[in-house]
């Protein structure tokens, strides 16, 4: 197996889909008997583990919790067959550096389309498409400088290719999920310790304003269904939701950060998932619900076209449009059954197993 160094400017202790990915292609990796190091920014709030390196860190002033690594190539990481950047930033200009110094593959994926955060840094529209435009224009230099990009869905691959115009070969790549972990498993003692009842409709993740999630609470007001709302997680929009969700009238619970051992309960104690986020390049909580047979009502947009099978694992609604999110919750919940079968049926394609497999044939293709 090869040795690889991934460098990446989100890991452990932060909780997002990138973490995510990166921490279980890792332990894959590991488990196939490969080595996979990793740099990352640094937190006092996390004890690095063997083969993974944190370099020095600074808080991102406009988004909680996400840090600035600062460029560096820890004297550690050394030996190594592949170079994979998880981020076109700071470590990710590391781990170029360390590709071109000794003249070895260089592989980048694509996790997120940085330009659609620019709102976080200004309110000033003419502004923020200037910030979107030089985000874009970087992102297209870097990834150019890769033998291959991955990105986790063909939506996200067209986006490369025809809109930012990046002109390197192009993968794709399922992020993946632990199918071990996520996996249909009994919810009496989750119903108990949140005092759930009843029928339930959902979301968890971060709590972000890019993700559209008052649309949920909206949604679910206009439905009309005799579900209750719960929202896992938290991040910055937790206090507008829990405002929205009092002013709609609709009976939403806040359960905030979710121990990773009980989101398999979450997910399974749901009869639909909603997710009106169109900022995603996959959505890897759509999978995750998946895996534990929850369909999924998804955004038209962006990858959540893709991850979302529009009557086999879930529906789809258009953009803004909270009637059809409505309507497209009561289909789900009146063909609940049946898409939950369907979603079960489909673990092993969606498998984290399944994405290394494909990861090695393109670390071994590049070589």
Known sequence: MDAVAA???????????????????????????????????????????DGEYPVRSLPFPFYEGFRLGMPRIPDEVEDVDVVHAHTPFALGLSGLRLARREDIPFVASYHTPTGEYASYITS??????????????YEQWFFDHADTVITPSTVTKDYLLNTLGVDTDVTVISNGVDTERFRPVDTDAFRDKYDLDGPLVGYTGRHGYEKCLGDIVDAVAEADVDATLVFGGDGPARESLERRAENRGVDARFLGFLPREELPAFYSVLDAFLFPSPVETQGIVALEANACGTPVVGVNSGALADTVEDGVTGYHFAPGDIDGFAAATRRTLAERETLSENCLASREKISVGHAVDELAAVYERVR
Do not use: C
């Open 7 to 49: 460098f990446t400017d989100t890991y452990l202790p932060t909780v997002n889909g990138v973490t995510y990915t990166v921490k279980t292609w890792r332990d894959q990796w590991h488990a196939r008997g490969g080595r996979m190091d990793v740099v990352y920014p640094g937190s006092d709030d996390y004890t690095p583990d």
């Open 124 to 137: 000033v529209e003419s502004v923020e498409d200037r910030i979107e435009g030089l985000s874009e224009r």
